[in-house]
């Protein structure tokens, strides 16, 4: 099929981002929470389908793997302390 294709595996909120990393590496400094200007502290992520882009045999790897990589990234880089 035609058309273009978003390769995410799935819409994460900051909270379940920022509790991700603190279990990829206990010693990085995340926030607690997310307040929004306009005073809400939780909004819903977007929903999608991957169906289109897993029948042309893309496969998605763990989000803590890929948050692990860039984390030791980001510290050889001297970018984190």
């Known amino acids: 099929g035609e058309g273009?294709?978003?390769?995410?595996?799935?819409?994460m909120h900051f909270e379940e981002i920022?509790?991700?990393l603190q279990k990829?590496?206990?010693q990085l400094?995340?926030?607690t929470e997310l307040v929004l200007t306009d005073g809400e502290t939780?909004?819903?992520?977007?929903k999608?389908?991957?169906k289109k882009i897993q029948d042309?045999?893309?496969?998605?790897?763990p989000v803590e793997e890929t948050f692990s990589n860039e984390v030791e990234s980001?510290?050889?880089?001297?970018?984190l302390i």
């Open 18 to 20: 920022y509790s991700t």
């Open 48 to 50: 999608f389908t991957t």
């Open 4 to 11: 273009r294709f978003i390769c995410v595996q799935s819409a």
């Open 56 to 61: 042309l045999g893309l496969t998605f790897r």
């Open 74 to 79: 980001l510290r050889s880089k001297g970018l």
């Open 29 to 31: 400094k995340v926030p």
């Open 42 to 46: 939780k909004v819903e992520p977007f």
């Open 24 to 26: 990829v590496d206990s």
